[in-house]
T-cell receptor
Framework: DAKTTQPPSMDCAEGRAANLPCNHS???????VYWYRQIHSQGPQYIIH???NNETNEMASLIITEDRKSSTLILPHATLRDTAVYYC??????????????FGKGTKLSVIP | EPEVTQTPSHQVTQMGQEVILRCVPI?????FYWYRQILGQKVEFLVS????????KSEIFDDQFSVERPDGSNFTLKIRSTKLEDSAMYFC??????????FGEGSRLTVL
């Protein structure tokens, strides 16, 4: 799986948009970009994923550059409950029996009142 | 919203003892996973399980570990003879098909 690079930490003011960057310059054509987050020591929580088009769901938006070498996760109106470690993971969309997600160190997002 | 449930939430055991961690995956899911996270470190894949057999396993998942689906709802991880370095949060996850993994809240294992 391709390697990802994320800043170790970021701050965001409550109510503002949080933009979390991820570099994945070695991504290959069949690899998706997945975002998960981990609040405190809870189990990781899926946020969103995409291949090359921008994606949006009720939690976040995912913007992938045209060359697919980087992406940005956007939380449009961050709340205190969004304080967590955010993981950007690049992986092929294998069959469901092969979800060996490789978690890195992620970005610790602190939402500040 | 359906969820993956894990028990116990915290278990303390003596080195060399056997431990069984239990998970109830989401009811219509067919693929099951165990991940672990040593305190302050990354979340690591241990094993995947489908159709009553292991699909894939990592180097961490050695002969001391085993998984089982003893009935239609539970999915267990057994550590035969615990070591100090097995102290970690163990997360169960499940999935129904291509899509996102659903993780449980974790079981914290402390080996003394």
């Amino acid at each position: 799986d391709a390697k990802t690079t994320q800043p170790p930490s970021m701050d965001c003011a409550e109510g503002r948009a949080a933009n979390l960057p991820c570099n994945h310059s070695t991504i290959s054509g069949n690899e998706y970009v997945y975002w998960y987050r981990q609040i405190h020591s809870q189990g990781p929580q899926y946020i969103i994923h995409g291949l090359k088009n921008n994606e949006t769901n009720e939690m976040a938006s995912l913007i992938i550059t045209e060359d697919r070498k980087s992406s940005t996760l956007i939380l449009p109106h961050a709340t205190l409950r969004d304080t967590a470690v955010y993981y950007c993971i690049v992986s092929p969309r294998r069959g469901a029996g092969s979800y060996q997600l490789t978690f890195g160190k992620g970005t610790k997002l602190s939402v500040i009142p | 919203e359906p969820e993956v449930t894990q028990t116990p939430s915290h278990q303390v055991t003596q080195m060399g003892q056997e431990v069984i961690l239990r998970c109830v995956p989401i009811s219509n899911h067919l693929y099951f996973y165990w991940y672990r996270q040593i305190l302050g470190q990354k979340v690591e894949f241990l094993v995947s399980f489908y159709n009553n057999e292991i699909s894939e396993k990592s180097e961490i998942f050695d002969d001391q570990f085993s998984v089982e689906r003893p009935d239609g709802s539970n999915f267990t991880l057994k550590i035969r003879s615990t070591k100090l370095e097995d102290s970690a949060m163990y997360f169960c996850a499940s999935i129904s098909g291509p899509g996102e993994l659903f993780f449980g809240e974790g079981s914290r294992l402390t080996v003394l």
